[in-house]
């Protein structure tokens, strides 16, 4: 009887763990004993760090976008589907066609949520969409004067991109000649400007140093898009020619009307297995699961490691073995020219790299090598 494994969600996570499978468990897959499905909701895949270099125009869009069927392993079924139920009892997944599965990947990733505040869809910028860096792009390269504002919710994902925002606005209007006239300020919702206590350390002199403004406990509550101010909690007002937003993040639409999440839509996931909690079939991969992790990429490729051999164990009679640590890695961009990294887990917090052009150089190199790490080869 044939096997049936659904991965659900063709994001980088989903993706991987498709295309792993898929080189794995060929000859199972050829006699029909292995069926791996992955159910994409969009014929585009994008590679979500490039936002950050389209607002920059350090790209252009079409750089970071390719069509899912030309990552996708040939062994792979790929449907394309919007699901709108995942029932764990009868262990389906039902969109347009209802997909009965043996074993669940759910990655359905995190979205940003751009009505967690009153005004915010209407009067903030962004680079978490396509559409959002792109007028980024275009309205930071005829701006000539006036304060931008940096404001930051949580959780969201990518959790180093809003310092790597600011320190590359720095250097994008210091080479352009406009940065005497440009305030750029940064509002994070806790006492220090990062939840990571060595990467607040390691940005703190650099804001220091090159006068960027920043304002620690902001907790926006209300953008006012007429008055161009953004209001906190504590009812202070704070003006602004132009503001970016780094807003909270959900969980997917298909995991809050499924019940199966938080009350953000992260599903609880045991932290070293990736298994739904309470579910011996359900695994979760990447932002969709409620570890209190990075919801990064590199999450997701790390854990996509142990919990394909995990997969495949099952599928060949043995027992799971394999354990996810916890390990992320994370280039921190200090400017359009150099960068820091970081890499961490469960047991060793994170020490940010002596910042070098080398290390922006690599997270140029990886930006070119993702699709390899997309199609399970890397």
């Not at 392993?73 to 009868?90: A, G």
């Not at 997909?99 to 940003?112: E, F, N, R």
């Not at 009153?118 to 978490?128: D, I, K, M, T, V």
């Amino acid at each position: 009887m044939t096997k049936k494994i659904v991965i659900l969600g063709a994001g980088s996570a989903g993706t991987m763990v498709a295309n792993r499978l898929a080189r794995q468990l060929g000859e199972e897959i050829k006699k029909q004993e292995v069926e791996v499905t992955l159910i994409s909701n969009t014929e585009k895949h994008t590679y979500q760090p490039g936002y950050l270099f389209i607002a920059f125009n350090e790209k252009p869009s079409e750089h970071f976008i390719r069509k899912q069927d030309s990552l996708v392993h040939r062994h792979v079924n790929l449907v394309y589907d919007d699901v709108e139920k995942i029932d764990v009892e009868k262990k389906t997944v039902k969109g347009k066609k209802q997909y009965q599965y043996d074993y669940l990947v759910i990655a359905t990733g995190s979205h940003p949520d751009f009505d967690s505040v009153p005004g915010l869809r209407e009067g903030a910028h962004n680079f978490y969409t396509l559409d959002g860096a792109e007028r980024l792009r275009d309205d930071l390269a005829v701006m000539e004067k006036g304060r931008i504002l940096i404001t930051i919710d949580v959780p969201h994902k990518c959790p180093a991109a809003p310092l790597e925002l600011a320190l590359m606005l720095d250097d994008y209007y210091r080479k352009n000649g406009r940065r005497k006239e440009i305030e750029i300020k940064y509002g994070y919702p806790i006492g220090r400007v990062h939840s990571l206590v060595p990467v607040a350390e390691w940005a703190l002199p650099q804001f220091e140093k090159r006068d960027i403004k920043f304002e620690t406990f902001f907790n926006l509550e209300e953008v006012d898009p007429k008055r161009k101010v953004a209001i906190t909690m504590d009812g202070s007002e704070h003006e602004y020619d132009m503001l970016i937003t780094i807003p909270a993040h959900t969980g997917a639409k298909v995991v809050i009307d499924s019940g199966i999440g938080d009350e953000s839509g992260f599903i609880p996931t045991n932290r070293t297995s990736l298994k739904m909690a309470g579910q011996n079939d359900v695994y979760v991969i990447g932002d969709a699961t409620d570890l209190p992790i990075s919801k990064a990429g590199s999450t997701a490729h790390y854990q996509s490691e142990s919990l394909v051999a995990n997969i495949i164990s099952r599928i060949s009679g043995r027992p799971e073995t394999a354990v996810y640590n916890g390990k992320v890695a994370c280039f921190l961009e200090n400017s359009l020219d150099d960068a820091s990294m970081i890499t961490f887990d469960y047991n060793n917090p994170p020490q940010p790299a002596e910042t070098s052009d080398l290390l922006h150089w690599f997270k140029a190199v990886y930006n070119e090598l993702y699709w390899l790490n997309a199609k399970g080869i890397l």
